[in-house]
């Protein structure tokens, strides 16, 4: 798979990366971990050398399967995980906690469970309101010194935290929701990122799964999906946005394409420092996933897309509120 480098010192890592999450967490079903390390070992297979996985997936259990499944090929991966959240004992109590003692202890913790002596890219998973990001930046610093560290990461930051962290501790990604249907980040952000030389690391590119056209209204969100909290994902919702994704299809079907590939290949598109970070449980979704890479949208593919897009403006905020706080503005 061909690389992209992730801004202008930052690691170089397949331009598709495989977001480990839906794994252990977030998506009802916990994928066995045998099953989800064959996964991960056959993204490795297709060419995919970047994963990304976080201390609050589980808490921990992704950290451990993500660890134990790219044990063998270590030093060809590029492995990004988060600190930030308020884990304590393995259990997550409310709040955000990036005070400088807590990220160390964070780290100790995810170097064991990734079963490695560095993490190549560390990202605060939110901004912590409490702690000044200077003092965050600090202190992922000092473990760059260390060597426990290669790379710094933010994630939902603003611009202000970005242009501020950087100022303290050159960061390389920051990593931030962005998909067809959830474009914020091209007015503030990108054009930070590029004046500031970080790449972006798009979370949720397919829409949650929703822009590969697996979803409608009927489809049954089981109690512990995220998605059943979401808005956007209300059935109501879902069948409002049904449109969207029909045209999507269509657009693929005339172009040998699925919807999956379309959306990221729109993405990988837009800027070349991006890399997106799709995330399934299934080989064959990841097989077709990985095939957007080879997928070429000429100018007037574009030009339809956002036609469908100005069209078929998606209904329901991507967050319900109380998550949406946790979002630095
Ligand atoms: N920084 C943050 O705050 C943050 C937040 C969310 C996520 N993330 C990271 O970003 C990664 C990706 O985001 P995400 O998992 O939320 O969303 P996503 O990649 O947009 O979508 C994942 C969903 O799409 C389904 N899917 C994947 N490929 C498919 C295909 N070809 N056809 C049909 N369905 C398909 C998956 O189901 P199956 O498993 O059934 O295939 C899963 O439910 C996560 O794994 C995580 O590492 C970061």
Known sequence: MEKRYLGKSGPAVSSLGLGCMGLSFGYGRVTEKAEAVALIRAAYDEGVTFFDTAEVYGPWTNEDVVGAAIAPFRDKAVLATKFGFNIVDGRQEPGLNSRPEHIRIAVEGSLKRLQTDYIDLLYQHRVDPNVPIEDVAGAVKDLIAEGKVKYFGLSEAGAATIRRAHAVQPVAAVQSEYSLWWREPETKIFPVLEE????????????????????????????????????????????????????????????????????????????????????????????????????????????????????????????????????DG
């Open 196 to 327: 500031l030389g970080i790449g972006f690391v798009p979370f949720s590119p397919l829409g949650k799964g929703f822009l590969t056209g697996a979803m409608t209204a009927a489809t049954r969100l089981e109690k512990n999906d995220f998605r059943s909290t979401v808005p956007r994902f209300s059935a109501e919702n879902r069948q409002a946005n049904q449109p969207l994704v029909r045209r999507l299809e269509a657009l693929a079907a005339a172009k040998g394409a699925t919807p999956a590939q379309i959306a990221l290949s729109w993405i990988l598109a837009q800027k070349p420092w991006i890399v997106p970070i799709p995330g399934t449980s299934k080989q064959s979704r990841l097989r077709e996933n990985c095939g957007a890479v080879k997928l070429r949208l000429t100018e007037q593919d574009l030009a339809a897309i956002a036609a469908v897009l100005a069209a078929n403006p998606a209904q329901g905020a991507r967050y319900a509120e109380a998550q949406q706080r946790l979002i």
